[in-house]
């Protein structure tokens, strides 16, 4: 065992010679912030909610009764608070945005109101125009052509054995950066939206589908979001998707344990049902599992904490998936410090995605380098079962593709180029924004001509380099 163990960690190529020690220095327990959750009454110093109670606020119905659903409205809870041109910038803002506004008192509470530009939670949900910037010119509203790969509306089918259902169009809030804004929410003055109704006819379509298709064994439900299916829903979906023989796997997929977690602690209707159709599905060996999507560490706060903790008693496996964006999450610690708090609440970091092309929120997007930095720091930190898989949902459907494993990424024009040889065949093209670019690629991203001879010329060389390592590969 220690020969094994020596082996392991003093390989022959290890730089440390042997005999060296590498012992850890103590740790002071106040350095380890993933633990210090914010707790108490935070959401008081908001002056609309300074006289409401613990018990008020841990109410899921009165969370989405009080909502914010309009602008005036959001500018009215915080108008106090701040900064008087920020609420220009605001209105502005909200004038160009292709999604609709939600936003929970919680969320709101989470808010940095004195800080508001810097706030990570600020940039998610509340666009100001100041900081906008013009879109990709290579953007398409659907970018990942999951309209394309429907058999039925709302049925993505892009992968051998797995298949994407979008189960309603709603959403316990509305982020800026959704990459279904071409359906989620309702219509705004920037765009008219593709209708995905919870409508049992639609999901009877799904259904049948997915029973006659004998090779799909595992089913994303989302949305939308499953927050806001009734728990009768939850049921129905459950139980059809279980008594599938070919169905192994069942996914339902929310955000709202980041930004509504008290539904957890108080819908037990909704908590009751989904645990049901987990226990229906042990006993059926078929595993039903709830993915969330939490992006920063201030989403974790004590209740979500004990929230997360009730879930995990009823024995429900948690992983999380999340979105790389500019100013929010792409920094080393912010990243490790998301991945460590959410271990600690027992959710396992499934994926990070590298930020997919949405309309109006290039400053949102970063460059693929910086997922490939962030990986490589926070890969090492924790379990590996904790550490997220950072990938690019390659547009034009190639689907999801590690990010380390382009075919060839030029960094001056900011294209990355990868293949997906078990999902579809081409090369699928990935643009860095362009103002992380120097000046003079950037001009030349003004010109449709440049444009299209970049992008021939960045396919050309994955091609090359494809070619290169097919020859010397053994793998057929
Ligand atoms: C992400 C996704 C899935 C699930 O993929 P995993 O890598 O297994 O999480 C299935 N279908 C579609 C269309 C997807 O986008
Ligand atoms: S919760 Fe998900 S589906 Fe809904 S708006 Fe946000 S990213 Fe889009």
Redesign the pocket.
């Known amino acids: 065992m220690t020969e094994l163990l020596k082996t392991i960690g003093r390989g022959p190529g290890s730089l440390v010679a042997s005999g060296d020690k590498h012992l850890k220095p103590r740790v002071d327990a106040s350095s380890l912030h993933h633990r210090q959750l914010l707790d108490g009454p935070f959401w008081q110093k908001i002056p609309a909610y300074r006289n409401v109670d613990e018990a008020t606020f841990l109410d899921h119905q009165w969370q989405a009764k009080s909502s914010i659903t309009n602008p005036a409205k959001l500018l009215a809870a915080v108008q106090d608070l701040v900064p008087p041109a920020f609420i220009e910038d605001v209105i502005t803002g909200f004038k160009h945005a292709p999604m609709s506004i939600r936003v929970s008192p919680y969320l709101l509470s989470l808010i940095d109101w004195a800080d508001p530009y810097n706030d990570p939670l600020r940039r998610q949900f509340v666009p100001v125009a100041s900081k906008l910037f013009p879109d990709h010119p290579k953007l398409t509203l659907d970018s990942?052509h999951?309209q394309e790969?429907a058999p039925v509306a709302g049925l993505?089918h892009?992968?051998p054995d797995?298949?994407?259902f979008l189960a309603l169009d709603t959403c316990p809030v509305y982020c800026r950066f959704c990459t279904r804004s071409y359906a989620v929410g309702v219509d705004t003055d920037e765009v008219e939206k593709v209708s995905l109704k919870a409508t049992e006819d639609r999901w009877d379509q799904a259904f049948q589908y997915i029973g006659e298709r004998v090779e799909l064994e595992?089913i994303?439900v989302s949305g939308g979001d499953s927050y806001q299916l009734k728990a009768r829903q939850i049921t129905l979906i459950g139980n059809k998707l279980l008594e599938m023989p070919n169905i192994r796997r069942i996914r339902f997929a929310t955000k709202g344990p980041a930004v509504m977690p008290m539904k957890l602690i108080t819908d037990h209707e909704w908590l009751d049902a989904l645990t049901a159709v987990v226990e229906r599905g042990r006993k059926l060996h078929k595993e039903v599992v709830l993915h969330t999507h939490f992006n920063h560490p201030n989403e974790i706060t004590a209740i979500t904490k004990r929230a997360l903790d009730g879930v995990f008693e009823r024995g429900i496996i948690t992983r999380n998936q999340s979105v790389l964006q500019r100013g929010v999450n792409d920094s080393i610690e912010t990243m490790q410090l998301l991945v460590k708090r959410l271990g600690h609440c027992q959710v396992h970091p499934y994926?990070v995605y590298v930020h997919d092309l949405v309309k109006g929120v290039e400053d949102l997007r970063t460059t693929l380098q910086t997922a490939l930095d962030i990986e490589k720091a926070v890969r090492g930190v924790t379990a590996g079962f904790h550490t997220p898989t950072f990938v690019v949902?390659a547009p034009g459907g190639g689907?999801?593709r590690v990010a380390h494993s382009f075919e060839h990424y030029d960094r001056e024009t900011g294209i990355s180029v990868f293949a997906a040889p078990s999902v579809k065949p081409g090369f699928f093209v990935y643009f860095d924004p362009v103002d992380t670019l120097s000046p003079d690629i950037q001009a030349k991203w003004k010109n449709a001509a440049d444009q299209d001879r970049m992008i021939e010329a960045a396919i050309g060389q994955a091609k090359l380099n494809h070619a290169q390592t097919a020859r010397a590969s053994s793998v057929r």
């Open positions: 990942l999951e790969d993505t892009r992968y797995k298949a994407l595992d994303v994926y949902d689907g999801k």
